[in-house]
């Protein structure tokens, strides 16, 4: 089954650039998304499509993908952007099975 | 307004059933892929069901043979069948609809599920 690694946790400070990654073999060829979860919420949708966004979420989020590194970029990172961010994608030589990555929560200092 | 409810969590014994509904409001769960996903106290996002708008269905291997998605057109309503729980099925279920076969845009707010004895 296809297997998708984040850093379990990444610190920023206020006003500056956070990068969480998400690793898999060859997860260029796939789509990534990106959640953003707050404690005791839903997941919220903040990146889809490696790099588009939903509406409603600032400009200050962004996603690349490429080779075996998919980043989700926090830029100006603010108080409220402090959650934990799953990426995502779909194994569809695994039976059309849906995978998550851990999780990486973001502290901001 | 786009919005999901989830309901029918709850305290069950350990080889019992549940079944959790997900009532969608201001789109077609017929025309869209819905999938169910799962978080252990503590943990992370675990995907655990996919229904397509054709009527496919496939499992992650943790529930297979255990658990069935289905939906009821006429309600509007996906469904997440349970059988033989496990303590390790213990979880909020959220019901998520798939946007384009591919990202989860809108979820609903979960059901807790715990299994116990």
């Known amino acids: 089954s296809y297997v998708l690694t984040q850093p379990p946790s990444v610190s920023v400070a206020p006003g500056k650039t956070a990068r969480i990654t998400c690793g898999g073999n060859?997860?260029?060829?796939?789509?990534v998304h990106w959640y953003q979860q707050k404690p005791g919420q839903a997941p919220v949708l903040v990146i889809y499509?490696?790099?588009d966004r939903p509406s409603g979420i600032p400009e200050r989020f962004s996603g690349s993908n490429s080779g075996n590194t998919a980043t989700l970029t926090i830029s100006r990172v603010e108080a409220g952007d402090e959650a934990d961010y799953y990426c995502?994608?779909?194994?569809?030589?695994?039976?059309?099975?849906?995978?998550f990555g851990g999780g990486t929560k973001l502290t901001v200092l | 307004e786009v919005q999901l409810v989830e309901s029918g969590g709850g305290l069950v014994q350990p080889g019992g059933s549940l079944r959790l509904s997900c009532a969608a409001s201001?789109?077609?769960?017929?025309?869209?892929?819905m999938s169910w996903v799962r978080q252990a106290p503590g943990k992370g996002l675990e995907w655990v069901s996919v229904?397509?708008?054709?009527?496919?269905?496939y499992y992650a291997d943790s529930v297979k043979g255990r658990f069935t998605i289905s939906r009821d057109n006429s309600k509007n309503t996906l469904y997440l069948q349970m059988n033989s729980l496990r303590a390790e099925d213990t979880a909020v279920y959220y019901c998520?609809?798939?946007?384009?076969?591919?990202?989860?845009?809108?979820w609903g707010q979960g059901t807790m599920v715990t299994v116990s004895s």
């Open positions: 229904i397509y708008s054709g009527g496919s269905t």
């Open positions: 499509y490696d790099s």
């Open positions: 995502q994608v779909w194994d569809s030589s695994s039976d059309h099975s849906g995978v």
């Open positions: 201001g789109f077609t769960v017929s025309s869209n892929y």
């Open positions: 060859n997860i260029g060829s796939k789509s």
């Open positions: 998520a609809r798939v946007a384009q076969g591919e990202a989860f845009d809108i």
